[in-house]
């Protein structure tokens, strides 16, 4: 599986973006997939997970509220809606592929290249 971010950018507090992830593959639904990001100087953190078929979800405590992650299993495509965006959530977002659903990033198999997100105050 190949995994390609986009929709990255600059915007200020308080706004929003929504993030890509687009999975090669005719297998995408059997897969598990995450958002991850890193912040400078920081560790990798988990930020929010969906089942392969989309009924399940799960938030870091960080976003709940604000972020929404969704697929499209005929598009191949991964989503990360992002409002009310914090000068904290400023960071190197990944998309992860796995077998399991989980926050842990070492159970992810596959990931993509990453897109800055950058919110200025």
């Known amino acids: 599986v190949q995994l390609v971010e986009s929709g990255g950018g600059l915007v200020q507090a308080g706004g929003s973006l929504t993030l890509s992830c687009a999975a090669s593959?005719?297998?995408?639904?059997?897969?598990?997939m995450g958002w991850f990001r890193r912040a400078p100087g920081k560790e990798r953190e988990f930020v929010a997970h969906?089942?392969?078929?989309?009924?399940?979800?799960y938030y870091v405590d960080s976003v709940k509220g604000r972020f929404t992650i969704s697929r499209d299993n005929a598009k191949n495509i991964l989503y990360l809606q992002m409002n009310s965006l914090k000068p904290e959530d400023t960071a190197v977002y990944y998309c992860?592929?796995?077998?399991?659903?989980?926050?842990?990033?070492?159970?992810?198999?596959?990931w993509g290249q990453g897109t800055q997100v950058t919110v200025s105050s």
């Open positions: 992860a592929a796995g077998s399991y659903l989980s926050s842990l990033s070492r159970l992810y198999d596959y």
């Open positions: 969906i089942s392969g078929s989309g009924s399940s979800t």
């Open positions: 593959g005719r297998t995408f639904s059997r897969y598990a």
